[in-house]
């Protein structure tokens, strides 16, 4: 997902509880700075806060961030000299998105796997049949006739 023109997630939507992998390749990036530093925290009052030392790849920097239960993910950026990049002062803020929660009893996992692998079998048993009956069909009466020529290869 994108979130800017220079800041991406590995994921499309931000869940809380979950954790996300953040791909910066903003102004720091591209002015060549050796490290940079990823400033952030949770909600209006930036609960949590937290900076850790991102990863340089030749993709960007990279770091994974957990997620916690608030309403908004609030992060800048700073490199190793002390310059920042906070959206023009505005900071980057995105939403989090509750973690729905199924009220579907889950069975035994491997009860439930069972019917599925059975219909998964015979769907391809049915598959190589139906190619069987097709290539008789297509080309017994080919061979029985004599029109049945095969390709020669020199």
Same mark, same amino acid.
């Given at each position: 997902?994108?979130? *800017?023109?220079?800041?991406?997630?590995? @994921?499309?939507?931000?869940?809380?509880?979950? @954790?996300?992998?953040? #791909?910066?390749?903003?102004?720091?990036?591209?002015?060549?700075?050796? *490290?940079?530093?990823?400033?952030?925290?949770?909600?209006?009052?930036? /609960?949590?806060?937290?900076?850790?030392?991102?990863?340089?790849?030749?993709?960007?920097?990279?770091?994974?961030?957990?997620?916690? #239960?608030?309403? *908004?993910?609030?992060?800048?950026?700073?490199?190793?000299?002390?310059?920042?990049?906070? /959206?023009?002062?505005?900071?980057?803020?995105?939403?989090?998105?509750?973690?729905?929660?199924?009220?579907?009893?889950?069975?035994?996992?491997? #009860?439930?796997?069972?019917?599925? %692998?059975?219909? %998964?079998? #015979?769907?391809?048993?049915?598959?190589?049949?139906?190619?069987?009956?097709?290539?008789?069909?297509?080309?017994?009466?080919?061979?029985?006739?004599?029109?049945?020529?095969?390709?020669?290869?020199?």
């Amino acid at each position: 997902m994108e979130l *800017t023109k220079n800041i991406f997630f590995n @994921t499309d939507k931000l869940i809380e509880n979950t @954790t996300v992998k953040i #791909s910066y390749t903003g102004k720091l990036f591209s002015e060549n700075s050796e *490290t940079v530093f990823i400033h952030y925290g949770f909600g209006n009052e930036w /609960n949590d806060l937290n900076e850790i030392e991102m990863e340089k790849t030749e993709l960007g920097f990279q770091a994974e961030i957990a997620l916690t #239960s608030f309403d *908004t993910f609030n992060f800048c950026f700073r490199d190793g000299n002390n310059n920042w990049d906070n /959206n023009d002062g505005q900071n980057y803020v995105f939403p989090i998105e509750k973690n729905i929660v199924s009220l579907v009893a889950v069975e035994d996992t491997e #009860s439930s796997l069972l019917p599925s %692998r059975r219909l %998964r079998k #015979s769907y391809i048993w049915s598959k190589k049949i139906r190619l069987a009956v097709y290539k008789i069909i297509t080309y017994l009466p080919k061979i029985i006739s004599g029109n049945y020529k095969r390709k020669v290869t020199e």
